[in-house]
């Protein structure tokens, strides 16, 4: 399975990530590194997550954080 990740979300990772350098440097790193750990691994796991709340997707929750990764999987 491969990744694809949509303009709209990478542009969303980037958002993150800029904020959290400004804001909160100390939790950037760690924080990154989770958001990119737990979506790598849907190439593993795609079923991994919870039905999402539009119909076809799928959703996983990163706790202790405000994200959501929304995702589809295709064959």
């Given at each position: 399975?491969?990744?694809?990740?949509?303009?709209?979300?990478?542009?969303?990772l980037q958002s993150i990530?800029?904020?959290?350098?400004?804001?909160?440097p100390r939790y950037r790193d760690p924080t990154m590194r989770k958001l990119y750990g737990t979506i790598r691994a849907l190439k593993e796991w795609p079923g991994r997550g919870?039905?999402?709340?539009?119909?076809?997707t799928r959703e996983i929750l990163f706790p202790h954080t405000p994200y959501v990764a929304v995702y589809r999987v295709r064959e």
């Open positions: 399975m491969r990744i694809r990740w949509t303009p709209a979300a990478a542009a969303d990530s800029d904020y959290l350098k400004e804001h909160h919870r039905p999402g709340r539009e119909e076809g």
